[in-house]
């Protein structure tokens, strides 16, 4: 067994206050994105796909468009095979940083001409749509940036999603820390990615440091994943009052 896992082990048997005497006071914060630093609607990438193949169907049939009556079920059984290859592996892919963005629009403009590349997709224009900052949590991120506590955000995100959340999140002013899984090569679904998280913010895993990170997500799964590498937690269910709340009796700082 490698010492780093023997560490951790030891970390894991200590009790919460042998913890905090021995370094596990809270010095970095991860936020999510999705529903957390960033408000989420329409993100369906099914009906964006969809909406693509109509407004092709209606440029190359003009004025027959009408006529042959697509509808949106009718287009996902004919797209059915296509959309969870798209679901299932190219986002996943995209999200490892193993496809990248214009491949992947390259891939959906053959997709829906049947091979011609003939449309225009912008992945950029689709997912930005769907996004709105969530000025009560950002600003939370920004005083404890203030206050010398490294902050950082986790999400599956792809390079030009990820352009996108830097700047809506007010990028290095708020946060030392971008870690989007493309860089990191793992999903949040994945435990490596809270590992390598902590690694990069200079928390070292499979040691008492990593105690000292706290994880904000929304979902009751990537909590549990970043409670079994050892990191602490606070689920966010929308109630930023008791977000506050929990971070204060967390941190033992006013945010």
Not at 188 to 198: C, D, G, N, V
Request: proline letters at 2%.
């Amino acid at each position: 067994m490698g010492q780093r896992i023997k560490n951790f082990i030891e970390c894991m048997k200590k009790t919460p206050s042998e913890q905090q005497k021995n370094g596990g006071q809270i010095k970095g914060v991860i936020f999510d994105v999705g529903n957390t630093l960033l408000k989420v609607s329409n993100y369906d990438v099914d009906s964006w796909i969809i909406g693509l193949a109509k407004k092709r169907h209606a440029r190359i049939l003009g004025s027959r468009y009408a006529d042959v009556g697509y509808t949106d079920d009718g287009l996902k059984n004919d797209f059915e095979v296509e959309l969870k290859r798209i679901n299932n592996l190219m986002i996943p892919s995209l999200e490892r940083g193993k496809l990248s963005v214009p491949q992947f629009e390259l891939e959906i403009a053959r997709i829906l001409s049947g091979g011609a590349a003939d449309q225009n997709v912008d992945w950029a224009a689709f997912f930005s749509g769907t996004l709105e900052r969530n000025e009560e949590v950002i600003n939370i991120a920004a005083n404890l940036h203030k206050k010398g506590i490294k902050t950082a955000y986790l999400s599956n995100l792809d390079a030009v999603q990820n352009e996108i959340v830097y700047e809506m999140v007010g990028g290095s002013a708020n946060f030392n820390f971008q870690i989007p899984s493309y860089k990191l090569g793992f999903r949040k679904q994945e435990p490596e990615a809270y590992i390598e998280s902590a690694d990069l913010m200079g928390f070292a895993a499979y040691t008492e440091a990593i105690k000292g990170v706290l994880l904000i997500d929304d979902s009751p799964k990537y909590i549990e994943l970043a409670k079994s590498v050892g990191m602490q937690t606070i689920t966010f269910n929308g109630n930023v009052e008791e977000l506050r709340k929990n971070l204060d009796l967390k941190l033992a700082v006013h945010v």
